[in-house]
């Protein structure tokens, strides 16, 4: 029988500040340090559970807006930071057609939405932002 996994071990921890220590805690400044913690460990226990899986997905996400081609391999280690920036160098040329722009738009949002949940778990993603 195995124990809990390091994700499951990282929201117990941060249940247990939020939940158990953050409402004892009689000084404002460590109740916030607190719930910092607790918001920290959500985000590690978050990006720890499909970080790769997530990197993947923008990669092949990115290759289709800046790289195109048909087949592409599996995503590099380190990958991912050579695309962005090729994507910020052809958005500030003005490189791209209306169309590829929107898909450009929509890429963008996405990578933010994501990156939203893993840094700010309570942060209201749902919202329509445009």
Known sequence: MSGPSREEVLEAVARFLEEDVKPVAKEPALAFRVLVAGSL?????????????????????????????????????????????????????????????????????????????YTAPRFDTGAKVE
């Open 41 to 117: 460990l959500r985000s590690v226990a978050l990006e720890t559970r499909d970080s790769e899986s997530r990197e993947a997905r923008e990669v092949a996400s990115l290759r289709a807006l800046v790289a195109p081609h048909p087949g592409p391999p599996p995503a590099a280690r380190g990958e991912g930071d050579g695309l962005r920036a090729l994507l910020c160098e052809k958005i500030r040329a003005r490189a791209f057609s209306a169309a590829e722009l929107a898909r450009v738009r929509a890429h963008v949002r996405e990578s933010l939405v994501q990156e939203l949940a």
